[in-house]
């Protein structure tokens, strides 16, 4: 079993930067497939971002074509935390911002998705305001 949890949401205005942090309960951390994706209201979840499972900090790692060039993802194994550094944030960007963890997780380079997610946080809040 894993628990996650997010933090680091807020209200920025536009242009502005937050950076996201998911904290990682149980053992064997490296070995998950991470992953963000956000929810606005109204709208069906997405996919953000992801990082591969890996024996050190680093991995794959995937975006949202959205995103990509204004977030990165990162993960600390020794801290069970993956984190996502959001800049250049607009008004689109507003959603609530949840982590997930897979074991075997994997990219579709053509639907562009994260899949295999078995455990999810609650998500954390991020307003971008014009």
């Known amino acids: 079993q894993v628990r996650l949890v997010e933090s680091g949401g807020g209200a920025v205005q536009a242009g502005g930067s937050l950076r996201l942090s998911c904290a990682a309960s149980?053992?064997?951390?490296?070995?998950?497939?991470m992953g963000w994706f956000r929810q606005a209201p109204g709208r069906e979840r997405e996919f953000v971002a992801a990082?591969?499972?890996?024996?050190?900090?680093?991995?794959?790692?995937y975006y949202a074509d959205s995103v990509k060039g204004r977030f990165a993802i990162s993960r600390d194994n020794a801290k069970n935390t993956v984190y996502l550094q959001m800049s250049i944030l607009n008004p689109e960007d507003t959603a609530v911002y949840s982590c997930?963890?897979?074991?075997?997780?994997?990219?579709?380079?053509?639907?562009?998705?994260?899949?295999?997610?078995?455990?999810w946080g609650k998500g954390t809040l991020v307003t971008v305001s014009s």
């Open positions: 997930a963890a897979g074991r075997a997780a994997w990219f579709d380079s053509e639907t562009r998705y994260y899949y295999g997610m078995d455990y």
């Open positions: 149980g053992r064997d951390f490296s070995t998950y497939g």
């Open positions: 990082i591969s499972r890996n024996g050190g900090n680093g991995g794959s790692t």
